[in-house]
């Protein structure tokens, strides 16, 4: 039973450097999210899709992008990592938009250090 | 003003006792709401969504005050388990978009 998997785990980049994340669902769910969570803070939709071949902006999106190619993957991209972006990042799935009462379900997050 | 507003806590209450917390949101507009739970270093879970007649899960009873602008979450006989970051969010602009509570600590001590 995987639900909702995240690769790496963690991971420590240099000021500059680029990465993807990737996030993998095993749930058939159309919806896809992106959020980074920062202390005292709470989460912060980076982006999101709707289904495959969608993306759209979220609050926080500048220095990332997305791509949804398959239906069950979401990968988030750093292009050039900027100490800002340390942070724990979550991806989420759901069958139906969050808004409406559907179940978001997580992954297990990546912990990214920028130096 | 933050949009969501949480007590960060920690909220220190012995096993078994009841303890109550609240969560302010900034949007009168807003239609939905829910508490979910995430354990130390671990993903939010789901504990449950906010109904306007209230709603009841066991020992978790959750409250929604629209005059008020607030939601609160009730834990009744409460267990070491229960111990974790309690985030209070709410149903943005779309149905895609959720604002998230920074979250409150609470510890069950035995």
């Known amino acids: 039973n995987a639900g909702v998997t995240q690769t790496p785990k963690f991971r420590v980049l240099k000021t500059g450097q680029s990465m993807t994340l990737l996030c993998a669902q095993d749930?058939?769910?159309?919806?896809m999210y992106w959020y980074r969570q920062d202390p005292g803070m709470g989460l912060r939709l980076i982006h999101y899709s709707v289904g495959e071949g969608t993306t759209a902006k979220g609050e926080v999106p500048d220095g990332y992008n997305v791509s949804r190619l398959k239906k069950q993957n979401f990968l988030l991209g750093l292009e050039s990592a900027a100490p800002s972006q340390t942070s724990v990042y979550f991806c989420?799935?759901?069958?139906?938009?969050?808004?409406?009462?559907?179940?978001?379900?997580f992954g297990q997050g990546t912990r990214l250090t920028v130096v | 003003r933050k949009e969501v507003e949480q007590d960060p806590g920690p909220f220190n209450v012995p096993e078994g006792a009841t303890v109550a917390f609240n969560c302010t949101y900034s949007?009168?507009?807003?239609?939905?709401f829910f508490w979910y739970r995430q354990d130390c270093r671990k993903e939010p879970k789901l504990l449950m969504s906010?109904?306007?007649?209230?709603n009841e899960d066991g020992r978790f009873t959750a409250q929604l005050n629209r005059a008020s602008q607030y939601i609160s979450l009730l834990i009744r006989d409460s267990k070491l388990s229960d111990s974790a970051t309690y985030l209070c969010v709410v149903r943005g602009d779309s149905n895609y978009q959720l604002i998230w509570g920074a979250g409150t600590k609470l510890i069950i001590k035995p």
């Open positions: 989420a799935s759901s069958y139906g938009g969050q808004g409406t009462g559907r179940e978001a379900f």
């Open positions: 949007n009168s507009a807003s239609q939905s």
């Open positions: 906010v109904y306007s007649s209230g």
């Open positions: 749930m058939n769910h159309e919806y």
